[in-house]
């Protein structure tokens, strides 16, 4: 069986070194707030291109906080709207709803399945506070038109980068991005761990209060907060992952380049992207019979996945949307199939699954 993902053998690359990080933590005795989480979020910063980054619990809290520390800044206000593209993970709208404020769901572009840019004027109304783009699969989702529609609506541009470390310039495009460290992301902790990045010396100092309590000195709270920190062995285990994801991503790059040049089946779509544009989190063909194809693959020895079976309009958990109409957002979850895509994967793994992929009928 070629698996979707295979994290043991992912991390078992780094074996050694990610135990020594382990034991470094034990050894020090210090499990919060201490030398390993400011290392990586040195590094992180660094390696993004931002002033600051603040290490967080996971991704959603990241995104959460950052509009929660908007809210505490005065910059937005419950009930206020922020546009998001309708085909993403329901993690990028909870974090809007969560904070009392109003997603607006933009339909994505089929060409680029990243939130289509010439729609995003007609969903501004004067309580639109924010765009949040997702750089969902690993692609980047920012073009010059978002940016110049925020700055000329005084909008807040907010990255959900929970899927694209180490794509262009993704997560430092914008005022802040929030990044998921989840185990099978592109920079994967082996627990949960996520990380807000930004340029502005303000939002960073609030939420990095606002995700210890809302305290800055110990015992003295300044604002709601919340437990939200990164803890020691992930940030240590992180840093060791770091210094190897150029190369894993490269790898990916080189994998979907496989795939991109050899299925040439008609039956299936590959996306249409530039290796300069796509880190690859996922792998996402497309295919009017979905299910039979996934079926064949399995059958055939392959597991691949769906990026996501239910749209987040249609999910129980925001009843008030199902009846919304968002048509290319619901093609692509009927569609959709994420094909394996990970430095784990041998060429010739790559090789059978293409094979297969052409012999499908
Ligand atoms: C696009 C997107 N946003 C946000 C998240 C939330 O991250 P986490 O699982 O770390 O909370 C994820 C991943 O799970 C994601 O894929």
């Known amino acids: 069986m070629i698996k979707y993902l295979d994290l043991k053998a992912i991390n078992d690359m780094h074996d050694a070194e990610l135990r020594a990080a382990v034991n470094r933590v034990m050894d020090s005795g210090w499990y ?7 290392l990586f979020e040195s590094h992180y910063a660094e390696y993004i291109g931002t002033k600051y980054c603040i290490g967080c619990a996971n991704g959603l809290d990241a995104l959460t906080l950052i509009f ?13 709207e922020v546009i998001v593209p309708a085909n993403t993970y329901i993690a990028s709208i909870l974090a809007i709803t969560e904070c009392g404020l109003t997603p607006v769901l933009v339909e994505p572009s089929l060409d680029t399945l990243q939130i289509d840019d010439a729609l995003i004027e007609a969903a501004i ?9 997702v750089h969902l699969y690993g ?6 038109r978002i940016g110049d529609i925020c700055r000329r609506h005084g909008m807040k541009l907010i990255e959900d980068n929970a899927q694209a470390h180490g794509c262009k310039k993704t997560g430092s495009l914008g005022h802040a991005a929030g990044h998921s460290f989840y185990p099978g992301k592109n920079l ?3 627990g949960d761990a996520g990380a807000v990045t930004t340029d502005d010396d303000v939002l960073a100092e609030v939420i990095r209060s606002m995700g210890n309590y809302g305290s800055s000195k110990k015992y003295v709270f300044d604002y709601l907060g919340r437990n939200s920190r990164i803890d020691e062995i992930q940030a240590a285990m992180l840093d060791v992952k770091l210094k190897y994801l150029d190369a894993e991503n490269q790898r990916r790059k080189d994998i979907a380049a496989l795939y991109i040049s050899k299925v040439t089946n008609p039956l299936i779509r590959i996306p249409n992207c530039s290796d ?13 019979h979905r299910d039979r194809l996934q079926q064949y693959l399995q059958d055939n020895g392959v597991e691949t996945q769906i990026h996501y079976p239910i749209p987040p309009h249609k999910q129980r958990c925001y009843s008030s949307w199902n009846k919304l109409s968002l048509p290319i957002t619901e093609q692509i979850h009927k569609e959709e199939l994420s094909l394996p895509c990970n430095q784990a994967l041998t060429d010739e793994q790559v090789n059978t699954i293409i094979d297969l992929l052409n012999n499908y009928k």
């Open 68 to 80: 929660r520390a908007y809210i505490q800044l005065g910059v937005m206000q419950k009930g206020d």
């Open 32 to 38: 919060l707030k201490g030398e390993a989480t400011r």
């Open 276 to 288: 300069r544009d796509c880190v690859w989190h996922i792998f996402p063909v497309f295919c009017r």
């Open 139 to 144: 692609r980047c989702a920012y073009t010059d």
């Open 125 to 133: 109304t004067p309580r639109t506070r924010a765009i949040m783009i």
């Open 188 to 190: 994967g902790a082996l």
